[in-house]
């Protein structure tokens, strides 16, 4: 083939830059969608708890904003927690420090729920509650429980007007810190669950106290139903 000479060269040269230049946009623009979509919702990270403080409490500095929910029920914020041993305990709505912190009731007896999170009645998404293991001060709180906690015991969770049985599924500990790598913990994603937090062992008093989490989840049992107490 013979090759193009004066303006039928000049005039493909100009072709081929712009193909060149439309390509290299092309790229940038690629390159920066795959970029928001790796960074999109930031993670919860853990920050150091004094002793006795949960870590769980590590919700967030930038959590996704809590999807739009429909259910059978108007979901309802939960009141207490039923523990397998039939403990009850008050549960009060918490929400973040400025440090992203969940800030978790002092009072090793009441547990908070993370009022970002979902309800019962909720169809999908993660009930976060917390609480404290212990306190210098009061000692084992009943969430000590959960550390030793088997799949299959029930847990039940109630509300103004409902009632929300879960079946235990899992006990896992995880070591302290970020937790990006676990956003089922948190997430309103997924299908509707319970999740508990408390802290675990080891303790050691020269790295902050407790150095693990035992994070408890509970699958709900059929729909919630009308409370009768």
Known sequence: MNEPTGRHAAR????????????????????????????GGAAPTAGGAPVGEPAPETVTRGLAATAPRTG???????????????????VVAVS???????????????A?????????????????VSAHVDS??????PYAELLGVRPGQKVVLTSDTLRQEY?????RLLDKGPLSDHPWVYSPAGAHRLVMVTCAGPFDPSRGGYQSLAVVTATAV????????
């Open 222 to 229: 059929g729909e919630p139903t009308p409370r009768s107490e």
């Open 12 to 39: 493909q040269g100009r072709i081929v830059r712009r193909l060149a230049v439309g390509l290299a946009v092309a790229t940038v623009v690629a390159v920066l969608v795959a970029l928001m979509v790796v960074r």
């Open 96 to 110: 973040t420090t400025r440090d992203g912190i969940l800030d978790v009731p002092s009072d090793v007896d009441v």
């Open 167 to 171: 079946v235990v599924s899992s006990l």
């Open 72 to 90: 059978s029920v108007a979901p309802e914020s939960p009141q207490r927690t039923v523990l397998p041993s039939g403990t009850v305990v008050p």
């Open 112 to 128: 908070g729920w993370w009022r970002g999170g979902s309800r019962i009645g909720d169809p999908f998404g993660s009930v976060l």
């Open 136 to 141: 210098e001060r009061e000692g084992l709180g």
